[in-house]
């Protein structure tokens, strides 16, 4: 895990701007319930629900909890058979294809011959909601920022120390944002050769900290790249009534 593969470090200093794969996802607790949300910093964007490809909850010694995902005409729900203290999930956003007056189609380049990019884009997001939770071996998550901290216990002003992985391997130079939602551009931090980073702990409610990165693709008729999007989310500080 010391060794970063070249291929990866030298695809992470190309993060994807494309419209296509610009929206990020993540869970926030509403109303009494977890719901995902996809979109760019204070925008919260419908969606179809069948888009989401998986949700893995989890309680404090890292044993799963049973989740169903509620699939709601604008988006979904996720609902655990108990209180988790770590909830995962995926959004599989499908092939898309750019064509030559700048329109993304959400199709394989087969599909748009005339297209002048292509990629296949896929979001994950992990929530920590318990101190002292165990994180368990999350390789449903393709692209994870893992808190080298407990990041409930961090608190606000203070740097959290992460990892990112891509396909379980740690990846170099991954900008970080600090604050997805209130600061969408601007980068806190950057992965060094282990994968490893320092973020600020920027609010005392929902902390979501984001990467991205782009991965080339060869021999596939639909795309030339993989586009992938994560957060971390957690709160700044416990919350009293």
Do not use: C
């Not at 060794?3 to 996802?25: E, M, Q, V, Y």
């Not at 189609?105 to 165990?134: C, D, M, W």
């Not at 600020?200 to 900290?209: A, D, F, T, Y």
């Amino acid at each position: 895990m010391n060794k970063t593969l070249p291929f990866i470090a030298a695809a992470a200093a190309a993060l994807l701007i494309a419209d296509a794969s610009a929206h990020g996802l993540w869970t926030e607790q509403r109303r009494g319930n977890i719901e995902t949300v996809y979109g760019h910093g204070a925008e919260d964007n419908a969606f179809k629900a069948e888009k989401i490809s998986g949700a893995w909850a989890y309680d404090a010694q890292g044993k799963m909890i049973p989740v169903t995902i509620e699939r709601l005409t604008d988006h979904a729900r996720l609902q655990p058979l108990k209180p988790p203290a770590m909830l995962g999930v995926a959004l599989d956003n499908g092939p898309w294809s750019l064509t030559p007056d700048k329109q993304w189609i959400n199709q394989g380049r087969s599909k748009v011959p005339n297209s002048t990019e292509s990629l296949h884009t896929f979001k994950y997001s992990l929530a920590i909601y318990q101190e002292g939770a165990k994180l368990p071996k999350l390789e449903q998550l393709k692209m994870v920022i893992l808190p080298e901290a407990d990041p409930l216990k961090v608190g606000p002003g203070n740097p959290l120390p992460v990892r990112v992985l891509v396909d379980g391997k740690p990846v170099a130079g991954v900008e970080l944002v600090g604050d997805y939602r209130g600061a969408p551009h601007q980068v806190s931090a950057t992965t060094d050769a282990d994968g490893r980073a320092q973020v600020l702990v920027r609010n005392e409610g929902l902390n979501i900290i984001s990467a991205a990165i782009s991965l080339p693709v060869k021999g596939d008729k639909d795309i030339e790249t993989r586009g992938l999007f994560t957060s971390l989310t957690f709160l700044g500080e416990a919350h009293h009534e």
